[in-house]
């Protein structure tokens, strides 16, 4: 496994319940039995792969905690990428409406909002599932005002020119690399948020034309992106303007942003 000693850690601290401080404090403290009971049930269910977010049933996003389960994607680091692209865009006192295609667990609508009070979402998901988790997740956070959330499929019934940003990580794995995936994601994460089509670019094709619809003039798109599609996706993005790729930590091409055409241009 890529993190053994920090999944190890993350379950006792769970189970036991304690802090990361006191295991660096105390190591040799000796667990109760009803601890070490849920300790070692976590670490079976570990052993056969399952992701240490759907164990516990959370997982940090940006400077949120989500609810989680098997229903949605588990939020990663590379697409905090996206926040770093859009929020500099919309300075904390402006009002804006944003929309996420393909909310998920909310991870990214709800960092916005968070970051943004002036700031009202849509979510829109085609699962039920989903979207129930994110209902949680905009409750917990005291997010559930300033959030809609809608099952659909993408912008359908979405009127024209609604959004100052339209937000999306929609699926993007091509379906043959599916079966290589770590078993963590392919046997256990939801294979409708994985699958991109033969090439990985299906949902793209279709949003890229939906999304400058639905966006403002004048507005922001940014989207998340899988290894080497940036070419294509900024070549869907035509229509707009002032497209760049961004990468993540790593250095990884992640997200390509851009913006509608002013009227008149």
């Not at 599932?129 to 209902?135: E, G, K």
């Not at 994601?185 to 949003?207: F, I, Q, S, T």
């Amino acid at each position: 496994m890529e993190s053994p000693t920090i999944d190890a850690r993350l379950l006792l601290e769970a189970a036991a319940p304690v802090t990361r401080a006191d295991i660096l404090s105390e190591p040799h403290r000796a667990l109760a039995p009803e601890a070490l009971q849920r300790f070692e049930a976590f670490v079976e269910r570990r052993e056969r792969r399952e992701p240490v977010s759907q164990i516990l049933g959370r997982k940090g996003f940006w400077k949120l905690m989500l609810n989680i389960n098997a229903g949605v994607l588990t939020p990663r680091p590379d697409t905090e990428t996206l926040l770093d692209v859009v929020l500099p865009q919309f300075p904390p006192e402006r009002a804006f409406n944003v929309l996420d295609l393909g909310v998920g667990s909310g991870a990214i609508l709800l960092a916005i909002l968070a970051e943004r009070p002036a700031a009202r979402g849509l979510g829109v998901d085609v699962s039920e599932d989903a979207l129930a988790v994110a209902r949680d997740n905009a409750a917990q956070l005291g997010l559930a005002g300033r959030t809609a959330l809608l099952r659909g499929d993408w912008t359908f019934g979405l009127g024209d020119a609604s959004f100052d940003l339209v937000v999306s990580n929609p699926p993007y794995i091509p379906t043959a690399d599916i079966e290589t995936l770590e078993p963590e994601v392919r046997d256990h994460e939801p294979r409708l948020a994985l699958d991109g089509g033969p090439d990985g670019l299906d949902a793209y094709r279709l949003l890229a034309p939906e999304i400058l619809r639905v966006l403002r003039p004048g507005g922001m798109f940014a989207v998340e992106i899988g290894p080497g599609q940036q070419g294509a996706v900024v070549r869907l993005f035509a229509g707009a303007e002032r497209i760049a790729v961004h990468p993540d930590l790593g250095g990884r091409d992640r997200v390509v942003a851009g913006f509608k055409k002013p009227l008149g241009i």
